[in-house]
C-alpha cells in the first residue's frame, strides 16, 4: 500500500471517529440506511378496547434536493384490541411504506420535516370475537405526519416520527359490523440511521482533513 493511499484510509477513519464537532445536515446525496422501533394504537370503528402495540423494521432515508427527501420503512407490527366481547386480539403486521418527505431546516442538526406518502400492508384480518376474517389480507395505507431528525454528527442521526395511518379494511380492528367504516391507527417511530455519501462529498471531507493536518504541523 503506497504511502498516499495510506494517508487517504487513516484520514477517513479520522473523520469517522472524530465527526462528533461537525454539525450533521440533510445534504443532497446522503443516504441513511438504519433502524426503526414503532408503537401502533388503534382508531378504528371496531376497536373498543385498543390498546399499543409494539414494531420494528428497517429505515431509509435518501435527500434529492434541499428541502425535499424520500424515505422508506419495512416493518413488523402489531394491533392490539378487543372487540365488543371484550376478546384480546392482536393483529400481526408486515408494511413496506414509502414518503415524500419535506425537511424544514435541512441545513442545522435538528431537522423538523412533514411527510406523506403510502404503502402495502399484509395482515391477518380478524371479526370482532378474534376469529381469522375470510377476506383480503393485503391492503394500500396512506399516511401523513411530522417528525425531527436530529443529526449526532455527519454520520448518525436520531428521528422521532409520529404518523396518522388510513387503512381501506374495517377488519384491522376485527370490525365486522356493516357500515362502521375502515379502520385507522397512530404509530410513532424512534428511528437511529447510519448515512453515506456522494462520493464528491467525501473526497471533499478528506481534502478538508488533509488541509487541517498541514497546517498543524
Known amino acids: 500500500m503506497s504511502k498516499t493511499s495510506f494517508s487517504l484510509i487513516l484520514s477517513f477513519l479520522l473523520i469517522f471517529l472524530l465527526a462528533a464537532p461537525v454539525w450533521g445536515q440533510t ?8 433502524v426503526d422501533g414503532s408503537m401502533q394504537m388503534l382508531m378504528g370503528a371496531g376497536a373498543t378496547n385498543p390498546s399499543i402495540g409494539l ?3 428497517v429505515s431509509l432515508s435518501y435527500s434529492v434536493m434541499e ?25 400481526d403486521l408486515m408494511t413496506l411504506n414509502l414518503y415524500a418527505s419535506a425537511d424544514l431546516m435541512p441545513n442545522n442538526n435538528i431537522n423538523p420535516f412533514i411527510l406523506a406518502g403510502g404503502g402495502m400492508v399484509f ?75 456522494d462520493q464528491p462529498f467525501i473526497t471533499r471531507l478528506l481534502d478538508a482533513q488533509r488541509e487541517r493536518s498541514k497546517r498543524s504541523k
Open 55 to 57: 414494531g420494528g423494521g
Open 27 to 34: 445534504r443532497v446525496g446522503k443516504f441513511g440506511v438504519g
Open 123 to 197: 395482515f391477518d384480518p380478524k371479526n370482532d370475537n378474534g376469529t381469522r376474517a375470510g377476506v383480503s389480507s393485503s391492503d394500500m395505507n396512506f399516511i401523513g405526519g411530522v417528525g425531527a431528525d436530529y443529526f449526532i454528527n455527519e454520520f448518525w442521526s436520531v428521528t422521532l416520527m409520529a404518523e396518522y395511518v388510513f387503512t381501506g379494511s374495517p377488519y384491522f380492528a376485527g370490525s365486522n359490523v356493516p357500515n362502521t367504516g375502515n379502520d385507522s391507527f397512530l404509530r410513532g417511530s424512534l428511528q437511529v440511521r447510519y448515512y453515506f455519501f
Open 67 to 91: 428541502y425535499f427527501g424520500l424515505r422508506c420503512k419495512f416493518g413488523i407490527n402489531q394491533l392490539s384490541w378487543k372487540g365488543k366481547n371484550t376478546f384480546s386480539t392482536v393483529t
